[in-house]
């Protein structure tokens, strides 16, 4: 196990560096730079700035400065914003980003869990048509449509929520269920799924024998089993929230990094992108590690070797 | 399916009169009642994609300036005017007309990233699978790690706008980027699959008697276990169809994909976003319409997936 974990952690460190030499590399592949804004700055001016941040260098050696600087904890210069640091740029939002990130997570565990079990439980009846009927439609809307129909209807109809900006609890609200559609649907696919699977096992038929009641043989025996394979798609979908906040936090005008990311790739702001797409690679290669361990401490009969 | 008894045909493992692999799996398939729902909704997108634009009254980049003008330069909302039966925007583009464009746009980069995916994953899987073990497979199946590491989203952005402002990404109002982008992040599952599917079909006894007799590796790849191992990736590629719509409409969302005065539905609604506190129509319509796509098509790749393979019913 330990060796197992450790060739993991380190398998980590080639995703990256390839991760973040492609990125490198098919950033600087596009035609013009950062200084190409609104008004063109004279040829002079341009080559000064790129002596000053060594964008005149060799594109390997910016790519070394670059990745001394990550491994040192230093993310480089924003080439837009042009007082500020990348680490500030993403200090700022990332907070932002991982509350509505970890918001949605959780909204989505704790409604989809138990929308697949009730379904399973009230298989082909009312409760599996309805829980159905939900995840169908949570898989079939994007986020982005999903949200406009939260806004008509919660923020132009009710006026309960406001439709935009990051001020307070009543603005998480429309995001986080937006975020959490989807993969609030796919969790209770899986999950019903799962519990249909255990329904039909040896151990369940002798435990209803032995006597044990209904909602024991459900709690202590189905849902206990029935969860471990859901486990496993909590880091794929861990990695969709991550890059879906993009789309959500645009949407609703929220200060997050996501939004940083587009106008950054828009402005060549070389710094931003790299540091971002590194950031969220790493986030989601040491999740998908994390949850092949808890895979492995909730299901004794896995062994990894 | 008749094109796929052809492939079972060809390679001489003739269907049973009545009940071959397809048959069986094509009359499973007709008692799903979802999957032929979403046939039908395929049918029905499919039919407007194409006929659509020869039949609306207005091309997709008209603007009735007069109408618009009239109305106060503010979009008409739907059921008002004989002339725009679904109203149009505030530049007086009709969005009937507009809606039907975007479902050819929609449909076409959905299906053509399926052929990338096709081409990319599957010599990529079988190689590595045929070649299991090898430095081949391990180099090849690094690189998907690789692939697989990357958030999509974000190398489909980063792809797009690095090659927008050149020739390539302006070929076909920017479709052709698209296509690329989005197929360039997708192929690693069909890979993985195609892969999987061969290191179990490669231990089988027909392999063994085909290489016995002679068969070229080329041979038993293209003839034996591509067939063989043929309907995961059916259903790998429909359930791929819903992935790329949405990856499309996120992508025009942000404004990076499809360029005007060619539209999708996502950048219609990015463009009616501003305006849907009085005039929702240009947000919904589109909406229900990419609903109504993931939808068909998801439902289709279930019924699919259960129709080919009824061991995994109700699984995934």
New interface residues.
């Given amino acids: 196990m330990i060796s197992y974990l450790a060739r993991r952690i380190l398998?980590i460190i080639?995703?990256?560096f390839?991760?973040s030499i492609?990125?490198f590399f098919?950033?600087h592949?596009?035609?013009?730079g950062p200084w190409d804004a609104e008004k063109r700055l004279p040829a002079n001016v341009q080559a000064r700035l790129n002596a000053q941040y060594g964008l005149d260098k060799p594109l390997y050696e910016q790519y070394i400065q670059w990745a001394g600087g990550f491994v040192t904890g230093d993310l480089g210069p924003s080439y837009r914003s042009r007082d500020r640091r990348v680490n500030d740029i993403i200090g700022d939002g990332i907070a932002v980003t991982f509350q509505l990130g970890i918001m949605a997570f959780a909204l989505s565990v704790v409604v989809g869990i138990p929308l697949g079990i009730f379904a399973a439980l009230g298989h082909n009846r009312w409760p599996d048509y309805l829980s159905t009927s939900i995840s169908?439609?949570g898989?079939?809307?994007?986020s982005?449509?999903l949200a406009?129909?939260l806004?008509?209807v919660f923020s132009?109809g009710l006026g309960w929520f406001p439709?935009g900006g990051w001020k307070g609890p009543q603005y998480w609200v429309l995001p986080t269920v937006a975020l959490a559609g989807f993969p609030i649907a796919v969790i209770a696919?899986?999950t019903r799924?799962s519990m249909?699977?255990v329904t039909r096992k040896d151990y369940i038929r002798t435990a209803q024998s032995k006597g044990i009641g209904g909602r024991a043989v459900v709690s202590r025996h189905m849902i206990r089993n029935a969860l471990i394979p859901v486990v496993t798609i909590l880091g794929p979908i861990f990695?969709f929230l991550?890059?879906?906040s993009?789309?959500i936090e645009?949407?609703f005008g929220i200060p997050g990094v996501g939004r940083y990311?587009?106008q950054g790739?828009?402005g060549r702001d070389y710094g931003v992108?790299m540091a971002?797409?590194v950031i969220?690679?790493l986030a989601?290669?040491v999740l998908n590690v994390v949850v092949d361990v808890l895979y492995a401490y909730i299901d004794p009969r896995i062994r990894y070797s | 399916m008749a094109t796929n008894q052809q492939v079972v045909g060809r390679v001489g493992v003739a269907p049973r009169q009545s009940s071959g692999v397809w048959r069986d799996a094509f009359g499973r398939l007709r008692k799903n009642r979802l999957a032929l729902l979403g046939l039908f909704g395929i049918l029905f997108l499919a039919f407007i994609g194409i006929f659509g634009p020869m039949i609306t009254p207005w091309p997709y980049y008209a603007q009735d300036t007069a109408a618009v003008t009239a109305n106060g330069f503010k979009p008409i909302p739907p059921f008002t005017s004989a002339a725009h039966i679904l109203g149009t925007d505030q530049l007086g583009q009709d969005m009937l007309s507009r809606l039907l464009d975007c479902a050819r746009i929609s449909l076409t980069v959905a299906i053509v990233v399926q052929f990338v995916v096709i081409g990319i994953g599957v010599p990529i899987g079988a190689i590595a699978g045929w070649y299991s073990g090898s430095r081949i497979d391990n180099g090849l199946m690094r690189f998907t790690d690789v692939m697989y590491a990357f958030p999509d989203l974000l190398l489909i952005i980063l792809f797009s706008v690095a090659f927008r402002e050149t020739a390539f990404g302006q070929a076909l109002n920017g479709l052709l980027l698209v296509f690329v982008a989005i197929g360039l992040v997708s192929w690693v599952t069909v890979a993985r699959l195609v892969r999987g599917q061969f290191l179990s079909l490669k231990e089988t006894e027909f392999v063994e008697a085909a290489q016995a007799i002679g068969v070229s590796d080329r041979n038993i790849i293209m003839k034996h276990l591509l067939p063989n191992g043929i309907s995961p990736i059916i259903v790998a590629i429909t359930l791929g169809i819903p992935a790329a719509i949405l990856a499309e409409a996120a992508l025009a969302y942000i404004g990076v994909g499809v360029q005007p005065p060619r539209a999708s539905w996502g950048s219609l609604i990015a463009a009616g976003q501003p305006f849907i506190r009085s005039y929702p129509h240009l947000t919904y319509m589109p909406g229900i319409l990419i609903a109504l796509a993931l939808i068909s098509f998801t439902f289709l790749g279930d019924g699919l997936r259960d129709a080919l393979d009824p061991k995994l019913k109700g699984k995934q």
């Fill in positions: 398998w080639p995703v990256l390839a991760v492609i990125t098919l950033m592949a596009v035609p013009g169908i439609i898989i079939a809307t994007p982005f449509v406009i129909l806004i008509v132009i439709t696919r899986y799924a249909l699977e990695a991550v890059t879906g993009f789309i645009t949407f990311y587009v790739i828009a992108i971002m797409t969220f690679a989601v290669a």
